[in-house]
């Protein structure tokens, strides 16, 4: 057992030898507990070094060495979801000495990722998608008369989403080779939530009456194993022979320890989901400003206090949007729902159906996953619910799958919806306050981190809808501002004597703002973190377009392609987005 993480890198001669996984498996049996030891050693240090998902990888590290023992991968198809726990998986892949690059510009990403090995045989940056693709190239696999195998990994957490169970109610009836491990750990990023929680909760008590958990699997016609300790190595190994060498579908369900052999990580598994980087010297530094979720976090708690109606629903964020303090004051206004996007919409919608005035509290990146429902149960019944975006725009080193760069593009196209972007602190209070006195369907999209850092005060002002503010008078051109580049826009509008316009509102647009701008200026600029295709930008070009009005436009946004992983900082230069980037861009439009 671990008690801290190492700062010198330990020895690890037996992992050291291990470049891929055909290596591993010329190891003996009696070799693989020692193998374990130093792979979990060798990612304590690792995750130290550079910061990065810590606790899921720690829990699977005997797994990780019993499939690739068992497998023969890349052949045999192996899925980590979710992908937070491939780490061990990407050391014994021949990315060990690639591992102190770790969520950095042109490193390794944090998830699974096809373009970085053939090992990684799917991308699962999000949740509860391994069983339907390990499904789909199983049954591929059997239509061309291949005998590779496929592995689905799912956490428990995963297990609560609609699609996994979608996945597993297909696979029965196909007779398919496919194994799903249920990696049962009582943990997502946060403790679970729901009946199915409750249900393996109970079968943890229970770990040697298969009879607990075995007959929900085999109603779906998996042949179930379990459930097993899942650091146990002379278990496991026998185990996966078994199930792996059995015909059509088998669910072997493992019981792990999330944060596993790091005496901190196994108390509290909430708090080392992730950690940063380990630094050998304290650095003195100022106090922490408060981030935006924090802000919004305050909000809802104040909002509450003043409006008995007002329920908050997160699908399994509590901890990242800042849930804590509403749910232990408001626990009966508190639903989180599990990794359930699809559903947290519908029980929103629902909630507004019976009177009641619902937040939903959600990441951009995972509203996508519910946008049907945000279509048709909300927006077309025009029922009043406020969306609150969080990680909207680039997210730095969690990369293309986190990003939350298309929430406008596919909220703007729907009727009468509110579309909000605070620039800072005090903005973002006052916008979700106005967004939800507004009665109907509103979102207000903010960034990961903090702003500018300025301390909202106590109360809360209705904005007029559309009503933007002019920052600065200038002659050359104007600059549009939509949400949190304000700081990089003053930069600019400063250097270059432009007009400066905070819009705080894509839809409505301020249309007469943007119509007296245009007559006075030869140039319009729009500035967002957001696609350029078809975000706020785009709105103005079509508003342009359809008045009638002349003059030239440059819209500054993110570019068409994905932004891999770096920090925000450089992810900003990478899409031409910094300060001295956007004032060599305008000057070229402006001389051109």
């Known amino acids: 057992m671990f008690e801290q993480i190492p700062l010198q890198r330990p020895v690890t001669a037996l992992l050291d030898s291990i470049d891929s996984p055909a290596q591993l498996r010329q190891l003996s049996p009696a070799q693989l507990p020692e193998l374990a030891e130093q792979l979990r050693a060798f990612l304590l240090y690792s995750v130290g070094q550079t ?30 979801d979710v992908g937070h726990q491939s780490y061990p998986h990407k050391i014994l892949t021949g990315r060990r000495e690639q591992m102190f690059s770790m969520r950095q510009q042109d490193g390794l990403a944090p998830f699974p990722k096809r373009a970085e090995s053939p090992c990684d045989a799917f991308g699962t940056g999000h949740s509860s998608t391994s069983i ?46 496919l194994l799903v491990i249920l990696n049962d750990n009582d943990m997502s990023i946060s403790h679970n939530e729901g009946g199915l929680a409750t249900y393996l909760a109970t079968n943890l008590k229970h770990r040697t009456d298969r009879n607990v958990a075995a007959p929900l699997f085999e109603a779906l016609e998996f042949a179930y194993t379990g459930p097993l300790d899942g650091h146990d190595l002379d278990a496991l190994l026998p185990a996966l022979h078994k199930v792996l060498n059995a015909q059509g579908p088998q669910f072997l369900h493992i019981v792990t320890r999330k944060g596993k052999g790091f005496a901190p990580a196994e108390a509290d598994p909430v708090g080392y989901h992730a950690i940063t980087k380990i630094e050998p010297v304290v650095k003195p530094s100022a106090p922490a400003r408060p981030k935006f979720a924090n802000i919004f976090g305050r909000w809802i708690c104040d909002q509450a206090e003043l409006d008995a109606k007002l329920v908050a629903i997160t699908p399994a964020m509590c901890e990242g949007s800042d849930l804590i303090e509403f749910s232990t004051r408001f626990p009966e206004r508190y639903f989180d729902v599990a990794i359930a996007e699809q559903h947290a919409l519908t029980l929103a919608a629902g909630l507004a159906c019976g009177g009641m005035k619902p937040v939903v509290a959600i990441y951009s990146t995972f509203l996508q996953r519910a946008y049907d429902q945000l279509v048709h149960d909300i927006a077309i019944q025009q029922l009043d619910v406020l969306l609150t975006l969080d990680r909207a725009g680039l997210v730095g080193e969690d990369g293309a799958t986190h990003a939350g760069l298309f929430d406008i593009a596919c909220l703007r196209t729907l009727p009468d919806m509110l579309i909000m972007t605070p620039a800072d602190e005090q903005e973002l209070r006052d916008l979700l306050y106005t967004g939800y006195m507004h009665p109907g369907p509103a979102a207000v999209r903010y960034p990961r981190g903090g702003g500018p850092g300025l301390v909202p005060g106590a ?134």
């Open 51 to 80: 910061g990065g998902h810590f606790g899921a990888g720690l829990g699977v590290i005997e797994l990780t060495v019993a499939l690739h023992y068992c497998l023969n991968t890349p052949e045999d198809h192996l899925i980590w």
């Open 459 to 592: 109360g809360m002002t209705q904005i007029p809808l559309g009503q933007s503010r002019t920052l600065r008078h200038g002659k050359r051109a104007a600059l549009l501002n939509f949400g949190p580049l304000l700081p990089q826009a003053e930069t600019a509008a400063q250097a270059l004597g432009l007009t400066l316009v905070d819009m705080r509102f894509v839809k409505p647009l301020d249309q007469s703002r943007i119509s007296e701008l245009a007559a006075s200026h030869g140039l319009l600029v729009t500035l967002e973190d957001h696609a350029v295709q078809g975000g706020a930008g785009s709105a103005v070009a079509e508003y342009l377009q359809a008045s009638g009005l002349g003059g030239d436009l440059l819209c500054l946004g993110v570019p068409d392609r994905w932004i891999e992983h770096a920090s925000r900082a450089e992810q900003l230069v990478d899409c031409e987005l910094s300060a001295d980037q956007i004032i060599t861009r305008i000057e070229a439009r402006l001389n051109a």
């Open 132 to 177: 339907s693709a390990a499904l789909g190239m199983a049954l591929a696999d059997q239509l061309q008369g291949r005998a590779h195998r496929s592995v689905a990994v799912i956490g428990d957490g995963a297990m609560t989403a609609g699609m996994a169970f979608e996945a597993l109610n297909h696979a029965g009836h196909t007779g398919a080779n």
